[in-house]
């Protein structure tokens, strides 16, 4: 359903080609400042690189149309609404089965009554009110600090890089192969200046030439979690942020802490190491995350993110209408790689997961 | 919370060493048959093994107490309870504080009050509830078949597979080096009969005499699911698969289809052609789910265990009443290798979500 | 919170005074026609009268931004949005604490921070919304039928009743004075050109001239409700009715079938004889409902509402800046009467279980 | 559904004649002192009476399974188990459909696969789960007092009332004529110890004689409730409470406040004048809620009671095997007046409510 969170609840709206897409933030407690131009940082960090990502550019202007009064929530459901200009319908049929794409389970879904110009619901364009729900997110747990960085682009993981709960400054070469299978990962500023790595911007511009896509892995780390947030038996820290990321299209894993990894240690080695009563930990196999309740350190997980499934090469595929196997070759505005853009909707739905338990606790 | 689920819901209570533990459901169609026999075979799964798991042998008898009237589900909420029989509270005390363990989490959490009596709610005891759920909900969707394997014990990947659920003697050599990275995997027949192969037994006996623990990777196949199964925008499939799973203690990492792997491929190669009308695909990447929704392929996914925390093994941590770092030893009855009894776990959860998915479909 | 429903859910927004107020309609089916149009005739029926409701007069014009293509449902959350153009914030202060008003609680509810500018998320004008989801809810379920009447305003119970929801001219003395107390009640069809009789006319006049204000009762008639909706044992149809309907301002009471009058009969008396195989019931004193689901005959209840709280005539209350008791009269826009306006309301909420009732069935 | 409560939860399972049933509370904080003993007085409020009830006996002792420890609430879920030990279960058929009773609707909702036997889920016996949930919202609130008393049996509005909640013999006089309608109303202290006023008992004895049943009104008063219980926009306070009111067996109407009868009062009668600036207010016609939220006055709502449908007196209804309208007489064991035994079941409801707004807010 297009609503997730128990006491800080997001319901979600629109459509890629509607005129507005939206979210409804229920659960904020009143009197926290809040203003349009808040939104910005964020909603710059989603927009689409210079390379790599769609040519649909859209304003994202976010009007914020109820909840907020003289600058300050009021306590009441917050909507958030963003205009989408920048659509161009005639790209798409209802004709057309994609591989892998949302068009054959929405089709036999809503029985040929999905709206399928720009994917309809299953569009990354409604990633935007995920960001935009997690800037008010991020206001309820000031205190919380998100970092995000790719760790690989099609394969790629970068020399400057490294591992698993951040940067170590005195080792610049800690990379560990053992960890995350062969990946050397970077971990990188969450701001719009940074930039790619050349090995992975000259494979972007292969790939772009070829009409094709590619993937991603991103990782994600949460300073400053309070002990005790996640609710046994079936609300686990893990069960929520899961819940929320796979919601995000084209995501198709998740791992914490040490993750796949983990299952190859044996148990003393896997196990971390208490060094004070506020239960900092030597190691951080668990990922912040003991029996599914946070433990005060770094909450740490990665995420798959696939290669964008629409792309401008030939593929092979069923044509339900010559009821033929056929090539298929469509041209449209795509991402080459949406996982660029992926990392600031990561942290904002683990934000709105957190201000949740934050409001349970 | 201690609920899951919409349309078919499932409530667990019980405690490690309380007289009884439970799982409540809800919502399952009236004129089922169930008995209590229908639970033996998969409880009978997640018992203890001869070799690699706990000493704590309970007899799991099912008592259904509601929601039966004749053999056949009324309608109402099916409960069912077993008894704790096996216990011994003088292992445990509140003063341990166990590195990884739920010790820390929950004694800040509930203050000091909670239950740590065998980990309490904690437990992997718990799960039990969860097989019996799934057993319920295998009832509502009979169509759909739950197959899961054992990929790993201890970064161990064998072509002898495997125990628990089975190995298929009529294709030994049906390993599939392209899917799970670098991993053979074999699909093996859930039956009680198999074995682990032998290096992995000659593993678990070393970390057996070691007082250490292992950890394994275990997947999980669902075939004949109908298309159409998931709900946007936050209940897609994965998003409920990923919930339920992570619910079970000890799973630190899931991916759907090729998983991580997916994020090297490119788009070209990661798309699955349809081949027919009813959306069977020429490769499976996705694992059976586009867009958060099944497409009618076999849902593929699979899961990463840790180790057992609790180890017989000496190690270091910081003792909370010294308020200093320390060896520690903790002689228990812990399951050397959880992961072993995991995989009927990890298709009840499955079952459980699928069977939400149906009634709500 | 501001989401009510489970398989039907609708999540309300917007305040009094925010630009746009707005409803979103989750879990409705893909493949039913839906226009603006078809919101016309409700959003009427809501609007002011010429006489005994608000001066505020809104266009209402419903502008569909999501989940609706081609003109018909997508399956997708379908929002709907109306201006709010004519308001006149002026009118309003923060320091002001009307008696029996939202202003007390959401003052100290809110810390001070909720919006207060005409009664905020607390307004009447809200209900707009549930009207716009009962007008998409009705076209789930087709065959259901709904019919409101006025019983009484201020107490008056004409047999010339009743503007609104209309007179029967056919059977201007059909009232059943055994049924509800010593009430006598019309029941009459939903139309706009009704008027009300002229005791009432004269007694709003008055009660307009005096500053003061009124309330009334409202029946809400189903009919042709299947057999079996209610979900035992916490979601009995009395229960989820109620809760939808104490949503709406004002409403103080609400009774199914005989209501409070059966609590004087007998046994004998109270039950309804069943004379079919379809459950069809010579007395229908359960009001359609036995156990808390439907037996298929009309569901039938009737709601208190409280005369507006708002009114232009002098009261006395604590002053919380002057800490005295003190006079005051407010001069403002108000609904002398409310109820007139609210049967379509009670309809909307009422289909809007229904819909959500069938879609769990 | 089987569950009720957002973040202090209930979910009920059991049937009449299930050998056990039960409820689990789920949210209770940890650290709160229960045992079994302390459910004994609202127990054996809701037992029984010696005359005017069922002659069903029931031990009624309460087992706690899960989520006490050492005398301490532990933070994980509360099941606390009741057997059934009196049943009678030759008494019931499947092929009996009683007028106004479950019968006809639970046989059609479930296909005849529901528990009949002493009505099964729709048996008053569940009430047992709703009290032994209410002792332990209590104690989370325990600064907030519930009194019920019995405003009217079968019609009967007596001075010297009443039973169950118990008369105050201090205050003989103290009925309020003006509160509800032209009823007269005492208060009563919920003790054990009170007897039914002589003309009740009078008409007890004639209405047990003709083998007939009697309903009644109850009214519940609570105070010490914060200001800001009730969550706009559709978790009013009386949405909330009204929900789980409904769910008890044979409720038919509720109101709050002046109820009905406000719609009869002008505005500037109904409205109550605040006091201080703790928001006391002169009357109390609201019922102590001001759009759906708790203004800290008394909350008093008033519930009406349908006589108990099986009655052993002759009724005629439609008898399915024979297709005909026939004259039906059944001998069981039911209580002439349940509304007797209802008001610790108000309170309990009523306690769940506000133990869920406390932790919510």
Chains 1, 2, 3, 4 share one sequence.
Do not use: W
Not at 252 to 266: D, P, V
């Amino acid at each position: 359903m297009n609503s997730f969170g128990k006491n800080f609840r997001i319901t979600i709206f629109g459509e890629s080609h509607s005129p507005l897409i939206g979210i409804t933030v229920d659960g904020c407690p009143a009197g926290i400042s809040i203003s349009e131009q808040d939104f910005y940082e964020d909603l710059k960090r989603r927009k689409p690189l210079q390379f790599g990502t769609t040519e649909r550019k859209e304003d994202d202007f976010p009007q914020i149309i109820s909840g907020v009064f003289n600058g300050k929530t009021t306590g009441a459901a917050i909507t958030v609404l963003f205009e989408n200009k920048n659509v161009k319908s005639e790209d798409y049929s209802a004709e057309i089965i994609r591989p892998s794409h949302s068009d054959f389970v929405a089709k036999q879904k809503y029985f040929g009554f999905n709206d399928f110009r720009g994917g309809g619901i299953f569009s990354g364009r409604m990633t935007v009110g995920i960001v935009a729900a997690g800037v008010i997110a991020k206001k309820i747990i000031p205190e919380i600090k998100f970092e995000s960085s790719i760790i690989s682009i099609g394969g790629i993981y970068s020399h400057l890089a490294h591992r698993h709960c951040g940067l170590d400054p005195q080792s610049p070469d800690s990379c560990d192969e053992s960890f995350y299978g062969n990946i050397k990962r970077l971990r990188v500023k969450p701001t719009m200046t940074d930039t790619v790595s050349d090995d992975i911007l000259q494979l972007l511009e292969e790939v772009s030439k070829d009409g094709d896509s590619l993937g991603g892995v991103i990782e994600c780390t949460v300073k400053n979690v309070p002990v005790g947030f996640g609710e046994p038996f079936f609300d686990s820290l893990e069960s929520m942020i899961s819940h929320l990321i796979f919601s995000i299209p084209g995501i198709k894993g998740i791992e914490f802490g040490a993750g796949f990894s983990i299952s190859e240690m044996r148990g003393s080695e896997a196990n971390d190491c208490f060094l004070n009563e506020f239960g900092k930990t030597k190691t951080n196999n668990s990922g912040g995350i003991n029996a599914g309740i946070s433990n005060g350190n770094d909450i740490v997980f990665r995420v798959a993110i696939r290669p964008t499934v629409s792309i401008n090469k030939e593929q092979e595929t069923y044509n339900f209408s010559t009821k033929q196997i056929e090539k298929l070759k469509i041209n449209g505005r795509n991402d080459i790689c949406f996982a660029l853009r992926t990392p600031v909707i990561i942290e904002a739905a683990t934000a709105v997961v957190l201000a949740d338990c934050c409001l349970i606790k």
